[in-house]
């Protein structure tokens, strides 16, 4: 088995620079990558382009980034709850490209697989469809969207391996295996790292093989956004 | 009486069919899945990765593992799955989701929806509303007859960004149910002591009404 474990964050890190494109995975602060993220916080790393379905909140996920700085441009679907943001956003330090959120799925799984570019219904007639080409399929006009790849995709799964395999858990799973297959470097952290026969090869969600870099992150807070309750009857 | 959210959500569950697939929006939407009429059987899909989502949990169980579309902690009902983003949307586009259910800023009478931004305004953006609305076979709009302001939110044609065109084929209203047909809105039927001419003054767009309207029954 090829061993993917890097000992600390530092070495599963090692070759982040300025300027780069990175993905991170999750969906609004689930299955965010929090050790990452928080390591990338603390770097002298500037004018980031991140591709994230949001961007966290003011004090935590990619809004710590955010708050030093360091992105200069977003990709995303939604980017709603972070006050920071809004500030950059509308006083023009802040790049935003907005994308409908299947399409944000599914540049990122073209970009691991293979496909250069496909043809989507969504945002036919929006200003989403703005000087794309537009075709028309089954009768129904298709607006063609291109795949995404990144320099380093940072990734957070329940468990993995030490070969690399990953198991994600719930709704955590979200946008974490496309962007490991879409990142010319996948950094992948666990909240449980297994030796490599432990885990079931059926129930493997992300193969070894799309991802570089492995570690067991040191603490998870997952922080819950919206606590929703019904009343006991 | 125009209805209120609940009642809106209430009438849109006596369209709901037995052994679907029902995709919520956030708003007015969410509201449906607590007036599920009886012996009809609907699995919840939440685009962010879940089949089969259950109710709120209670206080002390929430798993912040487990979320839905509205980022709202939630639990998974016995048979549910859970998938990636890419896998969610290929059941939204491949019209393996029955039905969508969406609230809306503004609809035009050829069934153009706007509902994710203002210009001017702070953008937070479309998150999955366009790859529904581009998609679904079925698309409900739950939504206020008119604005804040009095101004009717049934229009000709939309003044607001658009999410996406041609999609809407019924509203449910404060005030009434309407098909979108021959780039109208056809009346089929009013809330409640609701006049056909409150309907009238409320809508801009074409309006299709033809013989007895009857009201909305609970």
């Known amino acids: 088995m090829i061993n993917k474990v890097v000992s600390n964050i530092e070495q599963a890190l090692k070759g982040v620079e300025s300027n780069m494109t990175f993905m991170v995975g999750g969906f609004g602060l689930s299955g965010i990558p929090e050790n990452a993220i928080a390591a990338l916080s603390k770097m ?60 944000l799925a599914e540049r990122c799984r073209a970009g691991g697989a293979g496909i250069p570019a496909f043809f989507t219904p969504a945002g036919y007639g929006t200003e989403v469809a703005e ?19 990144a320099d380093f995709a940072f990734v957070k799964a329940w468990k993995g391996d030490t070969a690399g395999n990953l198991i994600f858990k719930g709704t955590a799973r979200n946008f974490n295996p496309l962007m490991a297959m879409a990142g010319k470097i996948t950094v992948a952290e666990v ?9 079931d090869p059926n129930q493997i969600h992300t193969p070894g093989i799309f991802v570089q870099r492995i570690f067991q992150g040191e603490k998870y807070e997952k922080r819950i956004e919206q606590k929703t309750n019904r009343k006991r009857d | 009486m125009a209805l209120d959210k609940n009642q809106i959500a209430q009438i849109i569950d006596q369209e709901l069919e037995h052994n679907t697939y029902v995709n919520l929006g956030i708003g007015i939407p969410t509201l449906v899945a607590n007036y ?35 980022k709202q902690t939630i639990t998974a009902l016995p048979g549910a ?17 029955d039905l969508t259910i969406l ?25 999955g509303a366009m790859d529904l609305v581009a998609s679904a076979e079925n698309i409900i709009v739950a ?13 000709k044609k939309c003044a607001l960004p658009l999410t996406g065109v041609n999609c809407v084929k019924k509203i449910v ?25 409150e309907i009238k003054n409320a809508t801009e767009g074409n309006l299709i009404i033809e013989g007895d309207i009857p009201e909305i029954k609970f």
């Not at chain 1, 000087?131 to 790849?149: C, F």
């Not at chain 1, 909240?191 to 885990?199: C, D, N, Q, R």
């Not at chain 2, 609230?103 to 998150?127: C, F, L, R, T």
Request: with cysteine; glycine share 12%.
């Open chain 1, 191 to 199: 909240e449980e790292l297994v030796p490599a026969g432990e885990l």
């Open chain 2, 103 to 127: 609230g809306a800023m503004e609809v035009s009478q050829n069934g153009d929806i706007a509902n994710w931004k203002i210009p001017g305004k702070m953008v937070k953006g479309m998150g």
């Open chain 2, 143 to 155: 939504m206020m007859h008119t604005n804040r302001a009095g101004e009717s939110k049934l229009l």
């Open chain 1, 131 to 149: 000087g794309k080409e537009v075709r028309e399929y089954n009768g129904k006009p298709h607006i063609l969207e291109s795949a995404l790849t």
């Open chain 2, 81 to 97: 799955s859970f998938f990636d983003s890419a896998m969610s949307f290929s059941m939204i586009r491949g019209q393996h989701v």
């Open chain 2, 36 to 70: 599920i009429p009886k012996g009809i059987d609907i699995e919840f899909q939440s685009e962010n990765g879940v089949l089969g989502m259950g109710p709120f949990p209670f206080e002390g169980e929430e798993d912040p593992d487990l979320i839905n579309a509205g």
């Open chain 1, 44 to 103: 002298d790393v500037f004018g980031l382009t991140c591709i994230s379905n949001n961007a966290g909140v003011d004090d935590f996920g990619l809004g710590l980034l955010l708050q030093r700085k360091q992105i200069k441009k977003m990709v995303s679907s939604y980017v709603g709850e972070n006050a920071e943001f809004e500030r950059q956003m509308l006083s023009g330090e802040l790049e935003v490209d907005l994308i409908p959120q299947g399409s």
């Open chain 2, 173 to 197: 209203s404060n005030l009434a149910v309407l098909e979108i047909i021959n780039n109208s809105f056809k009346l089929l039927e009013r809330a409640p002591g609701v006049s056909i001419e």
